[in-house]
């Protein structure tokens, strides 16, 4: 019983040790001008685009300007957003770089037109699984 409870403990540590994923999303609207600003942890990026292209486990400024295209379809093509029946397509601007509190993130700003002045807006992301 204690074995078992020593190897709980243990797997649990483990667990613990991978930071669930993060983004923060900013929206503004201004009649049918939609802006806003994705700030997604370089880490989490990294994982699923391998942006670090020397492979020396460090991202540069350089390695992730060089995939600024790559990112913002990335990001943006998991992002859907709706004004009343009709969907507006974000455009990205460049990227940026901020750090938070727990490393590094790109800030992706961007720009959408949708076909009508946006009342009510619906948001769907799938970022990461």
């Given at each position: 019983m204690l074995a078992a409870l020593g190897l709980l403990l243990c797997w649990t540590s483990l667990a613990q040790a991978h930071k669930a994923s993060d983004s923060y999303l900013h929206l503004s609207a201004?009649?049918?001008?939609?802006?806003?600003?994705?700030?997604?942890?370089?880490?989490?990026?990294d994982?699923?685009?391998?942006?670090?292209?020397?492979?020396?486990?460090?991202?540069?400024?350089?390695?992730?300007?060089?995939?600024?295209?790559?990112?913002?379809?990335?990001?943006?093509g998991r992002l859907t957003l709706r004004s009343g029946?009709?969907?507006c397509v974000p455009r990205a601007g460049a990227p940026l770089i901020d750090d938070h509190s727990d490393?590094?993130?790109?800030?992706?700003?961007?720009?959408?037109?949708?076909?009508?002045?946006?009342?009510?807006?619906?948001?769907?992301?799938?970022?990461?699984?």
């Open positions: 201004s009649g049918v001008t939609l802006s806003g600003q994705w700030d997604i942890a370089l880490r989490d990026l994982t699923v685009l391998n942006l670090d292209a020397n492979g020396d486990g460090l991202l540069t400024w350089r390695e992730v300007r060089l995939r600024q295209a790559d990112i913002a379809q990335y990001a943006l029946a009709a969907t490393g590094a993130y790109v800030v992706l700003r961007f720009t959408a037109t949708c076909p009508q002045p946006v009342q009510q807006l619906e948001v769907d992301y799938r970022l990461f699984a």
